[in-house]
C-alpha cells in the first residue's frame, strides 16, 4: 500500500485525558480516533491491526475445534429477566425499548443469548460437547470509561461458550482453552501470565485469567520467581480494602511491598501489574439451569447442560501490545500485529530516481510475500524528518530508506525496537530483508 493513499492522520496533539503511552500513540498515530465518551473509530491502520488479532484468535480456535457464530448484538431483557442478571448486572447493561415499547439490551456478554440458541438444537449427549463463539461488540456501559481501547463503553470481545453432558468434559475443554490461549498470546508475541482469579458470585473453583504484563495494568497479580503460579490479588487477600489498596499503587511502589504469602513451591512471589486480557470460567449449570436448558443424558433422562465460558479483549489486546512494547517516539508492533512489516521511505519524492528505487524495492517485497507501506508522500512538508518522524510514532517493525546514498549504490536499513542502523547494497535489500523477517 502506497502512505499517499492511506487515511493516516498523524498528529503531535494528545488528547488530555490520554495518559498512557496506548492511548496516546494510537491517536497521535492515526489508528483510531474518539467518537464519544468509550467510544472509538478504526481507521485504516487500526482496522488492519484488530484484523490481524481477530485472525489469530479465530485460527487458533478453530484448530480447537471451536465453532465460529455470530449473534445479534441487541437481545430481548426477557432473556436476562430469566436469568436473573436483569437485576444484577445494574447500570453496566443499557437497555433500550424499540417502537413498540419492547425491552432490549445491547449485549455486554452473551452466556443467555447462547443457552436459548442451543437450547432445543442439541438434543442428545451424542452431539455434546460444543464450544461456540463469536467475535462481536459488546456494549459496557462502564462507569468510568478511560484509557482509550483498554476500557471503552463499546468494545470487541470474543466470547465462547461451551455445553457438555458433565463436569470432567467440561473441566477438559476448560484446560484445552487454556492451551490455546497461550498459543494466541504467544502468537501475538506478548509478555503474560496466568492467573488465578475470582469466580464471583457464579463460585467454583475454576476460574483463569490471562495478564498481560505492564506497568500500567489495572490489576496487581502475584508470580512466583521459580514456578509458573500467579494469582490475582483478589484471590489471595480477603479484604477487600487491602485489594483497593495494592490496586491503587503503582508499579514501582509495589516493588517495595513486602509479599507476606509464600509460594508452595518454595519460590518467592512478586507483585506485578498485569491487564486483563482473557478469562475462562467453569459456570457449571448455572445458566443452562436457569433457562430450562437440556439434553437427554445415557439414559434417556433429561439433564442441564454443564457449560463454561471463555472471553478474550480482542479490542483490548490491540492497545496492550503498545503498552509493553513502546519507547518516548511511539509504538513497536510485534511481527504478528503490525500494520506493515516494512516501511520504505523515499526521503525525497520528487526525485524520480528515489521515487522509482523505492517503488521498485517495495513491489519485490510484496513479492516476497513481505507486507509493505511505500512512503511516497511528496508535499512540501513531507521532509525525510517527518516521514521518519510519521516511520518511529507508528512503529513498523522496519523502515528502508532511500536517500541520499542512493548515488553511492546504497539503502538504510532502520530497526524500530533498537533504532540502529544498517547500510546495505540496493542489489541485496530484498534478501536482507527477507532474513530478518524470517
Ligand atoms: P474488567 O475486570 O477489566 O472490567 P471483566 O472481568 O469485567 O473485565 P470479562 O467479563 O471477563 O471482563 O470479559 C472478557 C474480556 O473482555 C476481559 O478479559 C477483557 O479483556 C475484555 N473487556 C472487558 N471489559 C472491557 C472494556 N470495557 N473494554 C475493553 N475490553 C474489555
Ligand atoms: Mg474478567
Redesign the pocket.
Known amino acids: 500500500m502506497k502512505f499517499s493513499r492511506l487515511l493516516i492522520p498523524t498528529t503531535k496533539e494528545t488528547p488530555n485525558d490520554a495518559t498512557l503511552p496506548s492511548h496516546q500513540f494510537l491517536i497521535r498515530g492515526g489508528f483510531i480516533n474518539q467518537q464519544g465518551s468509550?467510544l472509538y473509530n478504526y481507521l485504516p491502520l487500526g482496522k488492519i491491526v484488530l484484523e490481524k488479532i481477530r485472525a489469530i484468535v479465530k485460527d487458533e480456535l478453530d484448530k480447537a475445534g471451536c465453532n465460529e457464530v455470530q449473534l445479534s448484538f441487541v437481545t430481548p431483557l426477557g432473556f436476562w429477566e430469566k436469568s436473573g442478571r436483569a437485576d444484577t448486572m445494574g447500570k453496566e447493561m443499557l437497555r433500550i425499548q424499540d417502537r413498540h415499547q419492547n425491552d432490549f439490551v445491547l449485549s455486554?456478554?452473551n452466556e443467555e443469548a447462547m443457552v436459548e440458541l442451543v437450547k432445543n438444537r442439541v438434543k442428545s449427549y451424542k452431539d455434546l460437547p460444543i464450544n461456540l463463539y463469536q467475535i462481536n461488540t459488546?456494549f459496557?456501559d462502564?462507569a468510568r470509561?478511560r484509557f482509550g481501547?483498554?476500557?471503552?463503553?463499546e468494545?470487541?470481545?470474543k466470547?465462547g461458550y461451551s455445553f457438555h453432558a458433565n463436569k470432567e468434559d467440561m473441566e477438559r475443554e476448560f484446560d484445552l482453552m487454556e492451551t490455546t490461549y497461550k498459543k494466541i498470546f504467544t502468537r501475538l508475541g506478548l509478555d503474560f501470565r496466568v492467573v488465578k482469579a475470582d469466580s464471583g458470585a457464579i463460585g467454583g473453583s475454576g476460574s483463569k485469567?490471562?495478564h498481560v504484563l505492564a506497568n500500567s495494568g489495572?490489576?496487581t497479580i502475584l508470580v512466583c520467581e521459580d514456578c509458573e503460579y500467579g494469582a490475582n490479588i483478589e484471590t489471595v487477600y480477603e479484604n477487600d480494602d487491602e485489594v483497593d489498596t495494592l490496586n491503587e499503587l503503582s508499579y514501582e511502589q509495589l516493588q517495595s511491598k513486602e509479599v507476606t504469602q509464600k509460594c508452595s513451591c518454595g519460590g518467592k512471589l512478586y507483585f506485578k501489574k498485569g491487564?486483563?486480557?482473557?478469562?475462562i470460567?467453569q459456570l457449571g449449570d448455572k445458566y443452562s439451569s436457569a433457562l430450562d436448558a437440556k439434553f437427554q443424558d445415557e439414559n434417556g433422562k433429561p439433564k442441564a447442560f454443564e457449560m463454561a465460558t471463555f472471553?478474550?479483549?480482542?479490542?483490548?489486546?490491540v492497545a496492550s501490545v503498545i503498552e509493553q512494547n513502546h519507547d518516548e517516539y511511539g509504538s513497536i508492533w510485534t511481527p504478528s500485529t503490525t500494520p506493515y512489516m516494512v516501511d520504505v521511505i523515499v526521503s525525497n519524492a520528487k526525485k524520480e530516481n528515489e521515487l522509482e528505487t523505492g517503488a521498485k524495492i517495495y513491489e519485490e517485497l510484496q513479492q516476497n510475500n513481505i507486507s509493505t507501506i511505500l512512503d511516497d508522500r511528496k508535499e512540501k512538508k513531507h521532509t525525510y524528518g517527518f516521514k521518519m518522524g510519521d516511520f518511529k510514532l507508528i512503529g513498523f517493525p522496519y523502515a528502508i530508506v532511500v536517500g541520499k546514498k542512493l548515488s553511492d549504490g546504497l539503502v538504510e536499513v532502520v530497526n524500530r525496537k533498537t533504532l540502529e542502523s544498517t547500510e546495505v547494497t540496493l542489489d541485496k535489500i530484498v534478501e536482507y530483508i527477507k532474513e530478518l523477517v524470517k
Open positions: 468509550g455486554p456478554t459488546k459496557r462502564e470509561p481501547l483498554l476500557r471503552g463503553r468494545f470487541l470481545m466470547d485469567e490471562f489495572e490489576d491487564i486483563e486480557v482473557g478469562h470460567f472471553g478474550i479483549g480482542v479490542s483490548r489486546l
